[in-house]
């Protein structure tokens, strides 16, 4: 009976260190799918914003004589 307690206990501890370890590459996966799939409104307003600022700032081309 001593040894299963021993058993049951070192399975405990096992589990318990070691599943924080595990479940972190999950953890980060699924944060930056929730980032990328939830937030579409976000993403496309900052697109938009990007887009009419890039046109919006184009620099005049210059004339041809130097003058």
Excluded at 26 to 31: E, N, P, T
Excluded at 41 to 50: G, I, N, R
Aim: glycine share 6%; charged share 10%.
């Amino acid at each position: 009976m001593r040894y299963i307690l021993w058993s049951l206990l070192a399975a405990y501890l096992l589990l318990v260190g070691l599943w924080p370890a595990a479940a972190a590459p999950i953890d980060l996966a699924a944060s930056g799918a929730f980032v990328v799939l939830a937030k579409p409104p976000v993403l496309l307003l900052a697109a938009l914003v990007a887009t009419v600022l890039h046109y919006r700032r184009r620099p005049t081309p210059a004339r041809a004589g130097g003058h």
